[in-house]
């Protein structure tokens, strides 16, 4: 099968840098950055803070992609295993990734994360897009934008448990929709590897 995964917050754990970079940027060193949304790929519209937090730190999450987080950033855990695990089953998988308006240089930074942690062979399995992910196509799908998995055409999807997902209900959607075979959750890589033997085997979707 063919099997698109996410890069950010699937494959390399960005919000914990995020995270790092506001707590050491905001005065208020006890101050979290919340994600409430269901996607942080938009990090405009996807931090929320108490009232008194964002009017002394929300701006600066801003400047964030003026900077190359992938030089800090580790593996979700499992994942690299994961990717590796899903290749050696004969699986032709892709990593996919939206590159930040008005910053290409991104693509680049995403290119050393995966050459530095993956390896050279995978540079041409990487595919940038603009945030829209229904022009790659492929049998399965692994994300954690609840948003990007609904647009996507494909037949079989893997939504990524992140806190700005939980308020999905991925079965009533999955319940309405004939566009697609199966809809499942994943809490982490085991699952998703576990999801994606049962889709391999049965094509149904885990209950």
């Not at 593996?75 to 939206?98: C, F």
Request: charged share 20%; proline share 5%.
């Amino acid at each position: 099968m063919r099997i698109i995964v996410d890069f950010d917050a699937v494959i390399v754990d960005l919000v914990e840098v995020w995270q790092r970079w506001h707590e050491a940027h905001c005065p208020l060193r006890s101050a979290k950055l919340h994600f409430a949304y269901e996607s942080c790929c938009d990090i405009r519209q996807t931090p929320v803070y108490e009232v008194e937090k964002w009017a002394l730190c929300g701006n600066t999450i801003y400047g964030f992609f003026n900077r190359n987080p992938y030089t800090e950033a580790q593996p979700i855990a499992g994942a690299t295993l994961g990717i590796v695990q899903l290749t050696l089953q004969g699986h032709d998988v892709w990593i996919a990734s939206s590159i930040p308006s008005g910053h290409p240089e991104h693509y680049g930074h995403k290119l050393g994360w995966i050459e530095s942690y993956l390896g050279k062979s995978w540079l041409p399995r990487f595919v940038a897009v603009g945030g829209d992910k229904s022009g790659v196509l492929g049998d399965i799908l692994v994300d954690d934008a609840a948003h990007v998995i609904e647009a996507w055409p494909g037949p079989h999807k893997i939504l990524v448990d992140r806190p700005w997902n939980q308020r999905v209900d991925i079965w009533a959607a999955y319940r309405s929709s004939r566009s697609y075979r199966s809809y499942h959750r994943a809490r982490d890589w085991d699952e998703i590897l576990a999801s994606v033997e049962v889709i391999s085997e049965t094509g149904h979707p885990i209950l």
